[in-house]
């Protein structure tokens, strides 16, 4: 629950591999629920997007730079694209937190990935990356509490179902 039922006193995180929807989803639900977005791929380091761009998977201590600023940008009233694939990435963000954070979850099979991915223009990460980020993924548990919309569905249609459960949390 958020506090005192606001979405614009808690922050999101909405997460998931490549190709899922974060920057679109994200973005549609911000001006939704007047909120802010950020995209964390413009927040990644330029040593990050060079090695994703030669078809390189992150490591940990490539991530965990990237991680701590999005940490510094999750202020109230603010949605973060970020994939977030582990735990323990989730953990470093909800401790750095300055309000309760909400994790939105986009789930979706390998083929529909795939080809959201081939469908982009200009984006670094390659779908050859995409099985790295499966492997690491390590989705939201029920303790983390996760609003959770499957990708199979239209934009809107995932937009509403999101709105839909983070404004019933807040009752």
């Known amino acids: 629950m958020t506090p005192a039922g606001d979405p614009l006193r808690a ?7 490549s190709g899922c929807g974060k920057s679109s989803i994200g973005r549609a639900l911000a001006g939704q629920l007047s909120l802010t977005f950020l995209d964390g791929d413009d927040l990644h380091p330029a040593s990050n997007i ?3 761009a030669r078809g390189e998977p992150l490591r940990d201590e490539d991530r965990l730079p990237w991680l701590r600023i999005i940490a510094s940008r999750l202020v109230p009233g603010t949605v973060v694209a970020c994939s977030a694939l582990k735990r323990s990435y989730r953990d470093l963000l909800r401790e750095s937190a300055p309000t309760p954070l909400t994790l939105l979850y986009l789930r979706g099979r390998r ?7 081939q469908r982009r223009e200009g984006h670094f990460m390659p779908t050859t990356l995409l099985d790295t980020q499966l492997a690491a993924l390590e989705p939201p548990s029920p303790s983390e509490c ?3 919309a499957d990708i199979e569905d239209t934009q809107d249609a995932i937009v509403q179902c ?4 983070i404004r019933s949390r807040q009752l």
Not at 11 to 17: F, R
Not at 111 to 117: F, K, N, Q, V
Not at 162 to 165: E, G, P, Y
């Open 11 to 17: 922050s999101y995180v909405i997460m998931g591999v």
């Open 50 to 52: 060079a090695k994703m």
């Open 111 to 117: 083929e529909t990935l795939i080809a959201r991915m």
């Open 146 to 148: 996760p609003v959770i």
């Open 162 to 165: 999101l709105s839909r459960q």
